[in-house]
């Protein structure tokens, strides 16, 4: 299975899923149709699907526009998000499995930024599409999901494979990591990922995808039970630690 990264909007990765074999093509949360279109006719490839992990419109904003021009296509999503996303046909529940070739991804309940929110992470790659639940450096806003719900699902994520490959849908790095040095200075492996981070960032070029085990070193939101984590928030417990912390990212510029 090769993935392509295409950005769409200001700052959002729309995944293209190609299998080169059967030279058939996927995509996970279409923002917009034409960067979509335009690899597909680039690639030679019919769409076979859309994998959406959540509701809100720059993920599934080119889901009818697409179908028009796939109508054979399947559009997947969570079965707490029946009705929020566009033509979406069928309801995916935790442990659900969806294939796309020789490729079997398993379905990850994974609320917190929604509460319907699932990602889809196909082991025998090692790839994690997971949305706006954690991203490079952070974890995705809390809009009608719960802080309880947003630390079990990174528990949940943080589990995998240090080697998964995450695939999250904004270009946010480098300033979840700016925030995340303000809580975690002292962290070496993440002084050494902002420089790394910046000059990639100077040269136009993606963050995306990350490593579950680089997140587990960096990003403050896999690392609340860690004791700077816990004197930068003055808590111990864990979910007021990831509270405070989500709380203060909210506020950060």
Known sequence: MDIYRLPALVDNYIFLLHDPERNMAAVVDPAVPEPVLQKLKQLGAPLVAIFNTHHHADHVGANRSILQKFPQITIYGGEFDRGR????QVFLKQGDRVKFGD???EVLFVPGHTYAHIAYYFAESGDLFCGDTLFAGSCGRIFD???????DSLSQLRALPDETRVWCAHEYTLNNLRFALTVDGDNLDLQARMVAVT?????????IPST??????TNPFLRWDR???KSATNYSDPLRVFTKLRGMKDIFH
């Open 85 to 88: 996303i566009p033509e979406q």
């Open 103 to 105: 490729c079997t991804a």
């Open 145 to 151: 999901g719960t802080p309880t719900q947003m630390l």
């Open 199 to 207: 000059a990639a960032r100077k040269n136009f070029e993606p963050t």
């Open 212 to 217: 579950i085990g680089l997140e587990k070193q």
């Open 227 to 229: 004791t700077a984590l």
